[in-house]
């Protein structure tokens, strides 16, 4: 698991590094007293965890926070915080845990090793089981681009190619409840991450393009408005 650290003070911020570098299977990539330089960090690298302060000059750990939830990225959140004001704002942006200063080293080695735990779970579920008469294929998630309905198939549009089955887009969006997948049509379920551009189609709706495949799915304005203001 890869952790970024960032807390304005250095005495805090060696607490965190001297607990979190102990825990088995746990890597450090970053350890910053500035939330301007976590976020280049996080900009440049891939990490698992950031465990982070509130309260800070110019950005702030709840900002960074918000940043990470606003831009869908898959990054637990740990806040370590001598303030109990953001408790309820940090459940919002659902947050994985809320920590008061000061705290037990027992504390956030627990917090960690449960998100340890609860990634495991989530690995195992990040497939689809995919049926169709003869068959079941199952892919992963993460590498699914687009779903349609046309007529009485489906089709799901993958990394790697298309693949057809005969259930429906309510029964395949029971299975995607991540928030990387939205319903941007009656007929279509996206991904946002391989979203390239909208493009006007009429009035209400507009064309989806995808990063690595021609193919295009439909989105509602209405959806295009939810997504400008809950994810970019």
Do not use: W
């Amino acid at each position: 698991m890869k952790v970024g650290l960032v807390d304005d003070r250095m005495i805090d911020l060696d607490k965190l590094f001297g607990i979190v570098s102990a825990i088995p299977g746990v890597e450090i990539l970053f350890s910053t007293q500035s939330a301007e330089e976590a976020y280049e960090h996080i900009k440049r690298e891939e990490i698992d965890v950031l465990i982070a302060d509130i309260e800070m000059p110019c950005l702030s750990g709840y900002e960074l926070a918000d940043i990470i939830h606003s831009h869908a990225l898959n990054i637990a959140v740990i806040f370590v915080t001598a303030s109990s004001g953001y408790a309820v704002h940090a459940f919002e942006l659902n947050v994985h845990d809320y920590i008061m200063k000061p705290f037990p080293k027992e504390r956030l080695v627990k917090s960690i090793e449960r998100l340890m735990e609860k990634t495991k779970s989530s690995e195992m579920t990040g497939r689809l089981y995919i049926k169709q008469k003869t068959d079941i294929h199952i892919i992963q998630k993460k590498d699914i681009v687009f779903i349609e309905r046309s007529g009485r198939s489906t089709t799901i549009f993958t990394k790697s190619g298309p693949i057809k089955t005969y259930q429906t887009l309510n029964e395949l969006e029971g299975e995607l409840r991540e928030r990387d997948f939205i319903r941007s049509h009656r007929s279509f379920i996206i991904n946002i991450h391989y979203v390239t551009n909208f493009s006007l189609y009429a009035k209400n709706s507009y064309m989806v393009n995808f990063e690595g495949i021609k193919e295009q799915a439909m989105i509602t304005k209405d959806k295009v408005d939810f997504l400008q203001e809950y994810y970019f």
